[in-house]
């Protein structure tokens, strides 16, 4: 069988095609698209009917190419969704989580039920942009009042394609609303939100099927295919396909970084409230303590400022050519939406020629990540000798460099594209062609590189 993932990122899109080959995952890329949040009069938004837009043709062209997918699967970031009305049409735009109304909203939420109680029901870490605060605003907005539903943006890209509603579940478990203990709902957040249970649906575990292209999506790309249920929120894919060993921590690297480790329960206590770790729902009722972290997103800034004259491989050559002992703290809000990357970084770390700010960068998300490390460390009683790197950011030699020197771990690098494999191998595990994920898992390990760094 071949198998389609649709990967989309903050910043771009891509189809990934996969079959398996002399026991090998086999990817091909067969479409990419940028993406990005555009300014407009409601906020900060995507562009979701053009993000529609591409994931069909896409999939046209996949067909095209001889690529025809027997099944298809969407995953992208956590947090962002859309409200329907009673006939499934969309309300208002799809907000980007770097919209400033979810930390507006936020303080009013926690008159109503503290941010403690969230977290001890949760587990979800505090930032301004979860969804919980985002639907609250919704409601002091009064957006709330003609909506019928609210899906995630990848379970409604799948209710684009079939016309069927889901709520994936690991995603599902990124908006701040779902109880740790029972992994439904929890009804009184809901009701202090002001959603409502009637707006969301039942919650789904990855690996279902959700139902095939509707007429109209068959006709518009050619073919018919099966709509299958990835592990939508984008970490929780790339973390199914990580080589870990004996538990040990992750870094799902991109335009975020998320650092954590799979658990067996989730950790609500006080320190890891205080050190704000979340945990994120994973595949066979596993959690992801995990932390945010900047990532990538500021070199990507800079790039833009710079009007894109630099590849990122220049950038990362330059700033090896010109290291310094400037620091910035990447979690520091000012990063997360400025008018200026350049001008928040100086602000805090002086001004510095290009080399020596792309080297501050990567030097403090370097040592973001060791001082996260061992707070992991201490939050789980465990010490741990291998740090695992997955996702896009790991094709950066430089940083990878630097955190193995910052920790002082053994990195393990690889899969680059394990967002994409990590949905696909949900997908093989939901048709039964994988028997479960220790079987995916060896599967990823035998199809790709996996480099260590010391």
């Known amino acids: 069988m071949r198998y389609l993932a649709v990967d989309i990122g903050a910043s ?7 079959e398996i080959k002399d026991g090998r995952l086999v990817l091909t890329e067969a479409y990419r698209f940028p993406n990005g949040p555009k300014a ?4 900060l938004v995507w562009d979701a009917d053009a993000l529609l837009s591409h994931i069909i043709n896409g999939l046209k062209i996949a067909g095209e190419k001889g690529l025809r997918p027997d099944c298809v699967g969407i995953d992208t970031w956590a947090v962002d969704y859309v409200l329907l009305d009673r006939d499934g049409r969309r309300i208002g735009p799809a907000y980007c989580y770097r919209d400033e109304r979810g930390g507006r909203a936020a303080e009013d939420l926690h008159k109503i039920m503290p941010f403690g109680e969230l977290y001890r029901r949760t587990g979800i870490q505090y930032q301004p942009f979860n969804t919980v605060y985002q639907l609250h605003a919704d409601k002091l907005a009064g957006r709330l009042d003609g909506a019928a539903a609210m899906l995630m943006l990848p379970d409604w890209f799948h ?3 079939t016309g069927n509603r889901v709520q994936e579940y690991t995603n599902a478990t990124s908006t701040g609303m779902v109880n740790v203990l029972t992994g439904d709902w929890d009804g009184d957040i809901l009701e202090a939100a002001g959603g409502g249970r009637g707006i969301l649906g039942g919650i789904t575990q990855p690996g279902a099927r959700i139902g095939r292209f509707s007429a109209d999506i068959a006709r518009a790309v050619g073919y018919d295919a099966q709509v299958m249920l990835p592990a939508t929120h984008d970490t929780a894919s790339a973390v199914l396909a990580a080589p870990l060993e004996s538990g040990s921590p992750y870094i799902s690297s991109g335009t975020w970084s998320l650092l954590g480790a799979e658990r067996l329960r989730a950790h609500t206590d006080e320190a890891s409230m205080k050190g704000n770790w979340s945990n994120e729902g994973g595949v066979n009722g596993t959690f992801r303590l995990q932390k945010n972290i900047m990532g990538l997103w500021m070199i990507q800034q800079v790039r833009h400022e710079l009007d894109d004259a630099y ?3 220049q950038l990362a050559e330059t700033a090896r050519a010109h290291p310094t002992d400037k620091r910035v703290r990447v979690n520091d809000e000012k990063f997360l939406s400025p008018a200026s990357m350049l001008d928040a970084i100086f602000s805090e770390a002086g001004n510095m020629a290009l ?6 960068i990567f030097a403090s998300l370097a040592d973001c990540y060791a001082e996260s490390v061992r707070e992991l460390e201490r939050l789980t009683g465990e010490t741990y000798e291998t740090l695992n790197i997955i996702g896009g950011g790991g094709k950066n030699s430089l940083l990878t460099e630097l955190t193995a020197k910052a ?11 394990g967002t994409a494999a990590g949905n696909i191998i949900m997908q093989m595990t939901g048709t039964g062609e ?3 994920l220790k079987s995916a898992r060896a599967l990823i390990k035998r199809s ?4 260590e760094v010391r």
């Open 355 to 360: 080399g020596e700010t792309a080297y501050c």
């Open 40 to 43: 407009t009069a409601d906020g």
């Open 159 to 161: 209710y684009c394609l």
């Open 434 to 436: 994988l028997h479960d």
């Open 12 to 18: 771009s899109g891509r189809h990934i095609v996969a």
């Open 407 to 417: 920790t002082g771990k053994r990195v393990l690098v690889g899969p680059t594209e």
């Open 311 to 313: 590849t990122f491989a």
């Open 448 to 451: 790709f590189d996996i480099t």
